[in-house]
């Protein structure tokens, strides 16, 4: 089936237009990306927004994968003669992949079942007729039955075989499987119990020992939290109805009479449900909580990342950064305003007072000789003792000194990209690096690093890595292209997230770089290696190049829309330049002259916007924060204080807050706010600066409960 197939469906269920689904279907299959999609064909996709870019995409998939496999189940049914007009239909109108294999499954070809084994001893015409319910003597008419050659010694053993090829009649039954199946998801229960003996080494999953709530209702983190217990043995877990009403059901459908057929019918309909139709059911109900968990914990990941990955940055300033150490010592830096690499040392401030004044003197000639702006210290293993030390140097009033979430920096050092880069500095200096990087721009650093190492996702090896991995790449790309990139200072890392650039082809944009000097201007762009037209279609306009001499070339004004600003100026007398140092002339441009067929008023209004802050970055500004003086470990707290502190992670149940003892504290939902408070996301973002107080600390298992409600404040 053509994509364009799917598009009424598509368009039914995102309330948008067939038209829309089908342009948006169309410029993916001609390789566009989500963000050039987004940003510079709005014309013809009726300004749909990245989300709505990628649900057509992700839908349109699943509906190709719906309609192949009911193209392999029609060829299965017609290959083994089953295929009748009635089936095809019911096939074709089929609205889920679990609606087809339900149709699919009496056809299905079998292993050896007890049913089949009953068929094979020729006890289908007994289970007809006991089926029928039309007041049989069942015991006569299993007498007619008994074949020793056959295996079937008696009359009870020809009425236990007809029983099994009933039970697996009922098991197969669509609509027994449908009304079951909407009882276990709206109505099975979650039941977790300690595995016998593994009370004390699975200690940490106490909370799970005897628990129990609706399937349908339990919220992710708890449901990833007891499939771990179970796969690490020391839980284990089932998911069922009341088993009278799920008998009660399969009664209603199957037995009609009050005969002994009907009791026969009735037995066999109990042994379909506890032999066959409740596991099925279990397992399909496991794997939709799975799915609903797996789904809510990416989409939470997801939005933390994405508000890590937009944490304002400094800038280009000349950064110290610092990874702290108290043995082995604090890793120096020193990095210009390019994020390049000039001074590296090792200083050991915390192994005696003579050693703090030694380095301190040490590290205040390094800040003179290298012009130091800001010092980034890791938030890592005596990061908040370093940073004192730091602000006690009484460095010049104008550096400023910064708290920064080190995680996954120890997995960048390790990186090939770390080790391409600074192949004879130790892993240290590496993490060294990056923390200092991530000061300047967050963004750009921290694209170096699998997202699930930058430590703000939960259960995160637990979820589907596939559609993990999907959201996030979908999340960075996103935050990338948003952004824009300075073609001149970015890594092949970062350039490997813009639209239309591939690895191979950022690397190849990097060597030419190092090669012949800075990008002058975007037509440069085309003579990198493999970098054809496509591509630079996609890519050109997210890639900024300050001072070309086409000032356009540093903002977000795609080069196919040249012409329209060009003409624009010359209508009004001026430059582009002018237009742009200018904005106020902009005033005088009637952008209803300047459609055409391809070029329409969201694009001009585009225009006009990037016209008034050319190149903008859509960040926000950078702001200093400091954590309470003197508190630097978890022994220092006190129930009732009042501390600042920046939220590093949300979950569905709260927000963990950093608040500079080396461990987050936890701001469960219900202490988010003086009101009720269904989403935490609703409250904070991660990064958000945040007051706390601090209602308890359990110093063995190393918790702290905060709490960010007015009163308590």
């Not at 839980?235 to 209603?252: H, N, V």
């Amino acid at each position: 089936m053509q994509n364009n197939t799917f598009a009424p469906t598509i368009a039914h269920e995102l309330n948008i237009t067939a038209a829309q689904v089908s342009a948006v279907t169309g410029l993916l299959g001609q390789g566009a990306t989500i963000p050039f999609i987004a940003r510079y064909r709005k014309e013809a996709t009726g300004s749909l927004d990245e989300v709505a870019v990628a649900a057509i995409r992700d839908r349109t998939h699943q509906l190709g994968e719906l309609a192949a496999r009911k193209d392999a189940v029609l060829n299965s049914l017609e290959k083994h003669g089953h295929l009748t007009d009635n089936l095809r239909a019911k096939v074709e109108a089929a609205q889920s992949l679990t609606e087809v294999e339900d149709i699919y499954l009496p056809y299905k070809p079998k292993r050896r079942t007890r049913g089949v084994m009953a068929r094979e001893k020729g006890l289908e015409p007994l289970a007809m007729d006991i089926f029928a319910q039309n007041g049989l003597d069942v015991q006569a008419a299993a007498e007619n039955f008994v074949d020793p050659e056959k295996e079937v010694a008696s009359a009870e053993m020809a009425l236990a075989g007809a029983r099994d090829i009933i039970a697996e009649r009922i098991s197969e039954n669509e609509n027994a499987r449908t009304a079951l199946r909407d009882l276990f998801f709206k109505k099975a229960i979650i039941k977790s119990r300690v595995v016998p003996g593994m009370e004390e080494t699975g200690a940490k999953f106490r909370d799970y020992f005897d628990w129990q709530e609706n399937a349908a209702a339990v919220p992710s983190h708890r449901m990833l939290a007891i499939r771990r217990g179970e796969e690490q043995d020391v839980l284990s877990m089932r998911m069922l109805p009341d088993t009278d009403e799920a008998l009660g059901i399969l009664e209603k459908l199957f037995v009609t009479g009050r005969g002994m057929d009907s009791e026969q019918v009735r037995r066999a309909a109990a042994d379909s449900y506890k032999r066959l139709l409740s596991n099925a059911m279990e397992t399909e109900t496991r794997i939709r909580a799975k799915q609903r968990a797996d789904e809510q914990a990416i989409a939470v990941f997801a939005d933390n990342l994405r508000q890590v990955l937009m944490a304002p940055p400094l800038g280009a300033k000349r950064i110290m950064g610092i990874d702290p150490g108290f043995r082995t010592g604090c890793k120096v830096v020193c990095l210009d305003r390019q994020g390049k690499l000039l001074h590296h040392d090792t200083i050991y401030p915390h192994t005696g007072k003579n050693a703090e004044k030694r380095d301190g003197e040490k590290l205040r000639q390094i800040c003179q000789k290298y012009g130091i702006q800001a010092v980034a210290v890791g938030n890592g293993t005596a990061g908040r003792e370093t940073e004192s030390f730091v602000k006690s140097m009484d460095l010049d009033r104008s550096v400023t000194v910064v708290m920064v979430n080190e995680s996954g920096a120890s997995i960048y050092s390790a990186s090939e990209a770390a080790r391409r880069e600074f192949p004879d500095l130790d892993l240290t200096v590496r993490g060294a690096v990056s923390i200092a990087r991530r000061l300047m721009d967050p963004l750009a650093e921290l694209v170096k690093i699998d997202p699930k190492s930058i430590g703000v996702g939960q259960y995160q090896h637990d979820v589907d890595q596939r559609a993990l991995k999907k959201s996030l790449d979908d999340v960075v790309t996103s935050c990338v292209n948003a952004v824009g990139v300075d073609v001149n200072r970015a890594s092949a890392e970062l350039l490997t997230y813009v639209s239309g650039l591939s690895s191979r082809v950022a690397q190849n944009l990097v060597a030419y770089r190092d090669e012949n000097g800075p990008f002058r201007d975007r037509r440069e762009l085309k003579k990198v290696p493999q970098l054809g037209p496509k591509a630079f279609e996609q890519c050109a306009g997210f890639l900024r190049i300050a001072q070309a001499q086409n000032p356009l070339d540093a903002t977000a004004v795609h080069p196919e829309s040249y012409p329209v600003v060009d003409a624009m100026a010359g209508d009004l007398g001026t430059t582009v330049a002018e237009l742009i140092r200018k904005p106020e002339l902009c005033d005088n441009i009637n952008l209803s002259h300047y459609v055409t067929d391809t070029v329409g008023m969201p694009t001009l209004k585009d225009i006009m916007a990037e016209l008034a802050k050319p190149g903008r970055d859509i960040r926000e500004k950078f702001e200093e924060f400091g954590f309470a003086e003197g508190i630097e470990k978890i022994e220092d707290l006190e129930e009732g204080m009042c501390l600042p502190g920046i939220a590093t992670n949300i979950t569905a149940f709260g927000a963990f807050v950093d608040i500079g003892v080396h461990q987050d504290g936890l701001v469960h939902i219900s202490q988010m706010a003086d009101r009720f408070v269904k989403n935490p996301a609703d409250i904070v973002k991660v990064g958000q600066k945040v007051r706390v107080t601090v209602l308890s600390v359990d110093l063995e298992r190393k918790r702290i409960a905060l709490s960010m409600k007015n009163k308590q404040t």
